[in-house]
């Protein structure tokens, strides 16, 4: 008989659970902190019947077809191609920026020149990071690049990562780069999907096997000991343990705190049914918030709904004891948080049997399609151990 710990009821650890209990016919208990399962993707009816995503929106988007096929085995899930808007200069420009913005932006007269030259000299790029403009030796490209960069992703950058825009992670600055066409999805890719009764319910039927037992509204960390090279959870000897919490806490901070941006977000509901020009706005240069979101706009079906409601994010800190700021959201990989997490990876390596998967065991700003695919591959290394 093994006994298998999975931290967490998130994409990762749920995957995990699923793929060990079915595949390897290996009882596993999921252990989450929460009341509630589907980690940060969590969504709920509020009393209006609107399907509130919890911790923030959550869309799927990947270009792996197989992403989308495997969690079709636990929900129906319907196309959505996201659309947002940002505010800025007091109008609303299309998100992400693209050809018409350069007009809203620059005027039709100008933004011919520019749009001809971002045409001739990006031939056959579907979308440019914003900084590869910034960068371009053509000055109306550069400038053109610079001032969305100075008006737009600076702003909006450093105030949801709380630092100065030259520690951040390049990858981060290219997450939503220039389309180099009317492409207004906010992502290119293949496949945009949502689940059709919501995230909750996928996770339900995913974790809806006779080998899982669910313990929620338990922290891992009180019954987890680490003895003699061996992992133990309460007292006994742990065959596998799958974590998919923050690592710094597993190991008790002894090589300090990772540093992780956290969320603040003011809920505000209306009886209009339509309050939003868009699904989702971005705030580059208000005071605090980055963005807002109108949930009813995102539902396969809203014909129950009554009124509607927009929530609206505050980025700050984690700070594990605050009141707000609680929940650890995004990783911020600098340099230094990279090398300190380096040590608590060869910290877990010590143990043979620790499986570290998803956000904040990876400490690494992965989408739910990495995750996803990543828990895959995961499961492939524990069915090797398990042999
Ligand atoms: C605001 C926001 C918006 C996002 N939007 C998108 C999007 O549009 N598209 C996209 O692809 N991705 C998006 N993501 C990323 C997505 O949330 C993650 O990729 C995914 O949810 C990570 O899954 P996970 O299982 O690794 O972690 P989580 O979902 O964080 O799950 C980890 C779970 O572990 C539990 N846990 C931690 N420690 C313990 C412990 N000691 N004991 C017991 N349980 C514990 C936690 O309570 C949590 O439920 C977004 C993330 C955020 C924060």
């Avoid at 590869?132 to 105030?159: C, N, Q």
Wanted: charged share 30%.
């Amino acid at each position: 008989m093994s006994k298998i710990i999975i931290v967490g009821a998130g994409f990762s650890g749920s995957i995990i659970a699923r793929k060990i209990a079915e595949e390897l016919d290996i009882k596993v208990t999921v252990i989450e902190r929460r009341k509630h399962i589907g980690g940060n993707a969590y969504d709920e009816y509020d009393e209006n019947g609107i399907l509130i995503q919890k911790y923030g929106p959550h869309f799927l988007n990947t270009n792996k077809y197989f992403i989308i096929k495997f969690l079709m085995q636990y929900s129906e899930l319907f196309q959505h191609n996201t659309k947002l808007l940002s505010f800025l200069d007091g109008q609303y420009i299309r998100l992400p920026f693209n050809f018409q913005s350069v007009q809203e932006l620059l005027g039709a007269e100008k933004s011919e020149i520019v749009i001809n030259k971002l045409r001739k000299n990006f031939p056959g790029r579907d979308r440019v990071p914003v900084l590869e403009m910034v960068d371009h030796t053509d000055t109306d490209i550069s400038a053109f690049g610079t001032l969305l960069f100075e008006k737009a992703f600076k702003t909006y950058t450093s105030k949801m990562w709380g630092t100065d825009i030259n520690k951040i992670d390049k990858y981060v600055l290219e997450r939503v780069p220039f389309a180099m066409n009317y492409d207004e999805r906010y992502l290119n890719k293949d496949f945009q999907y949502l689940p059709k009764n919501g995230f909750t319910k996928l996770f339900e039927n995913m974790l809806d096997h006779p080998n899982i037992t669910i313990a929620l509204e338990t922290d891992a960390l009180k019954h987890i000991e680490f003895k003699d090279n061996n992992v133990l959870y309460d007292s006994e000897k742990v065959d596998l343990l799958v974590f998919s919490g923050p690592i710094d806490e597993l190991f008790n901070y002894k090589y300090g705190s990772l540093p992780y941006r956290s969320l603040d977000i003011r809920y505000e509901y209306s009886e209009a049914d339509s309050v939003l020009p868009a699904e989702i706005i971005s705030f580059p240069q208000a005071e605090g918030k980055t963005r807002s979101t109108e949930y009813r706009k995102i539902m396969f079906d809203d014909s129950n709904c009554k009124g509607s409601v927009v929530a609206t994010e505050y980025p700050l800190w984690y700070d594990k004891n605050a009141e707000i700021g609680n929940i650890p959201y995004y990783p911020v990989v600098t340099e230094e948080s990279g090398k300190m997490y380096e040590k608590y990876l060869a910290e877990a390596k010590k143990y043979g049997n620790i499986f570290l998967c998803g956000r904040l065991a990876e400490f690494k700003y992965y989408n739910m399609d990495i995750c996803i695919e990543h828990a895959l591959e995961k499961f492939e290394e524990i069915k090797e151990k398990l042999k």
